[in-house]
């Protein structure tokens, strides 16, 4: 896309980064408790789910942009949801790191204890 629309560069480099580095942290954090992928994460947290793994926030949060880059012809559509989207997903990676996660089943054992 870029090759044939340079001007959508911005908007497509700020998706890149919100998907690669961003939302990848986010996608991970459902590891700190005993979920099978983050679609389970309405079970911890409903309000971080739909915004980010709903089936609507997974529609909107990609093909929403896609659409926008196609049919706007200027790049700042584009980009301003581009932004948007970011700071939902940094807002969503901030209340994840502020959810207790879950105590252990089993305490983690002290050195030299058995």
């Not at 560069?9 to 980064?17: D, I, K, R, Y």
């Amino acid at each position: 896309m870029i090759v044939l629309r340079p001007d959508t560069a911005l908007p497509v480099g700020v998706f890149l980064f919100q998907f690669m580095v961003v939302d990848q942290l986010l996608s991970l954090a459902f590891l700190r408790w005993p979920l099978l992928s983050p679609n389970y994460f309405a079970q911890v947290d409903r309000r971080i789910w739909w915004w980010n793994w709903s089936p609507p926030a997974k529609a909107v949060n990609t093909g929403a942009l896609i659409v926008l880059v196609v049919l706007s012809p200027s790049p700042w559509p584009p980009l301003a949801f581009a932004l948007a989207v970011t700071a939902v997903k940094v807002a969503s990676l901030v209340a994840v790191t502020r959810l207790t996660p879950p105590t252990t089943i089993f305490p983690t054992p002290v050195c030299g204890s058995r």
